[in-house]
């Protein structure tokens, strides 16, 4: 499915917050989200004065778990903020499935997983809204940068005032007919962008290359958990990364420290945001707390070479062993 309309935004937060804006998110409402995120995902929800409320993931993908989405739905749910973790495909089938019958709304804060794909339809076009990310850690950079997306012509209208101050000129120049915001990206940035998006084919091939050399060196060890594609799905692998099994003794802090020691640059599970002083926990999200203290996403920069990769594995390797 190709989608039909699209607004570039200055980043991805503002794209996210654009979403829920269009969707009339607003106090005393709730929207079902992964505890396992940058916290721009939550607080995007926050913006709009609606309550993020956080379950756990899927312990194979990172993506949040279906069935936890479920058993939060309560009749202030309104919508389902998902992501798709690091690149990996939520499942979009069950969790459509599930805002159908509840009728949510549903965004795809598909930051990370540009190109990705579940049962061969890109991520970010099957919910109401999808938001992409161009921020420089991504597949594709522009520097900073988001895209808003949708296939709903009414969505995208009222989209387009809100990312614009509301401007219509319906009375006179610079006349604006309500509340908006000064979303929109700048022309440089944005030819940037575009230009990484036409060869994204190329950049997705790239990245599932250097996946492919960590999934050959890593998969037999004992105490590695690799996270990788689940069936139906075509991740981007734009962070490839593990979970260090109990097996492993040496704390996930531990060995980041000593990665980075040999000028290594690792990162770590995100903390689950429900801990953030500003939210509250409803659920404990055991999947969300493993990934939060022992979880890695290995270097992926676009120009490692195999022997890089090899590296960081034989350092990774002696370390926790």
Same mark, same amino acid.
């Given at each position: 499915?190709?989608?039909?309309?699209?607004?570039?935004?200055?980043?991805?937060?503002? =794209?996210?917050? @654009?979403?829920?804006?269009?969707? #009339?998110? +607003?106090? $005393?409402?709730?929207?079902?989200?992964?505890? %396992? /995120?940058?916290?721009?995902?939550?607080?995007?929800?926050?913006?709009?004065?609606?309550?993020?409320?956080?379950?756990?993931?899927?312990?194979?993908?990172?993506?949040?778990?279906?069935?936890?989405?479920?058993?939060?739905?309560?009749?202030?749910?309104?919508?389902?903020?998902?992501?798709?973790?690091?690149?990996?495909?939520?499942?979009?089938?069950?969790?459509?499935?599930?805002?159908?019958?509840?009728?949510?709304?549903?965004?795809?804060?598909? =930051?990370?997983? @540009?190109?990705?794909?579940?049962? #061969?339809? +890109?991520? $970010?076009?099957?919910?109401?809204?999808?938001? %992409? /990310?161009?921020?420089?850690?991504?597949?594709?950079?522009?520097?900073?940068?988001?895209?808003?997306?949708?296939?709903?012509?009414?969505?995208?209208?009222?989209?387009?005032?809100?990312?614009?101050?509301?401007?219509?000129?319906?009375?006179?120049?610079?006349?604006?007919?309500?509340?908006?915001?000064?979303?929109?990206?700048?022309?440089?940035?944005?030819?940037?962008?575009?230009?990484?998006?036409?060869?994204?084919?190329?950049?997705?091939?790239?990245?599932?290359?250097?996946?492919?050399?960590?999934?050959?060196?890593?998969?037999?060890?004992?105490?590695?958990?690799?996270?990788?594609?689940?069936?139906?799905?075509?991740?981007?692998?734009?962070?490839?990364?593990?979970?260090?099994?109990?097996?492993?003794?040496?704390?996930?802090?531990?060995?980041?420290?000593?990665?980075?020691?040999?000028?290594?640059?690792?990162?770590?599970?995100?903390?689950?945001?429900?801990?953030?002083?500003?939210?509250?926990?409803?659920?404990?999200?055991?999947?969300?707390?493993?990934?939060?203290?022992?979880?890695?996403?290995?270097?992926?920069?676009?120009?490692?070479?195999?022997?890089?990769?090899?590296?960081?594995?034989?350092?990774?390797?002696?370390?926790?062993?």
């Amino acid at each position: 499915m190709q989608v039909k309309y699209g607004i570039v935004t200055h980043c991805c937060t503002l =794209a996210l917050h @654009l979403a829920c804006a269009t969707l #009339g998110l +607003k106090e $005393g409402d709730e929207v079902i989200c992964t505890d %396992f /995120s940058w916290v721009a995902t939550a607080y995007a929800i926050s913006y709009t004065g609606a309550k993020p409320v956080f379950v756990d993931i899927d312990p194979d993908s990172w993506c949040i778990d279906p069935q936890a989405i479920e058993k939060a739905i309560t009749t202030k749910t309104k919508a389902i903020m998902l992501v798709h973790c690091f690149g990996h495909p939520a499942q979009m089938d069950e969790i459509m499935q599930i805002a159908n019958k509840h009728n949510l709304k549903v965004i795809e804060d598909a =930051a990370p997983s @540009l190109g990705a794909e579940f049962k #061969g339809q +890109k991520t $970010g076009t099957f919910g109401d809204i999808g938001c %992409f /990310s161009f921020q420089g850690a991504k597949i594709a950079v522009s520097g900073e940068g988001g895209i808003f997306v949708t296939n709903n012509k009414d969505l995208y209208k009222k989209a387009l005032l809100l990312s614009s101050m509301g401007r219509t000129d319906s009375q006179a120049v610079f006349w604006s007919d309500m509340l908006g915001y000064q979303y929109t990206i700048a022309n440089l940035t944005a030819a940037l962008a575009l230009a990484q998006v036409e060869r994204i084919e190329e950049l997705v091939a790239k990245k599932r290359e250097i996946f492919s050399w960590y999934y050959e060196r890593l998969k037999n060890i004992k105490g590695i958990k690799i996270i990788k594609e689940k069936k139906d799905c075509k991740s981007n692998y734009c962070y490839p990364s593990i979970l260090l099994q109990e097996s492993v003794k040496v704390s996930r802090d531990e060995v980041l420290e000593k990665l980075k020691a040999l000028n290594i640059h690792c990162r770590p599970g995100f903390p689950r945001m429900s801990r953030f002083p500003v939210f509250e926990a409803r659920f404990p999200n055991p999947e969300a707390e493993k990934v939060e203290k022992r979880g890695i996403s290995l270097a992926a920069a676009g120009n490692l070479t195999q022997k890089d990769v090899h590296f960081v594995c034989d350092s990774l390797l002696e370390i926790i062993k």
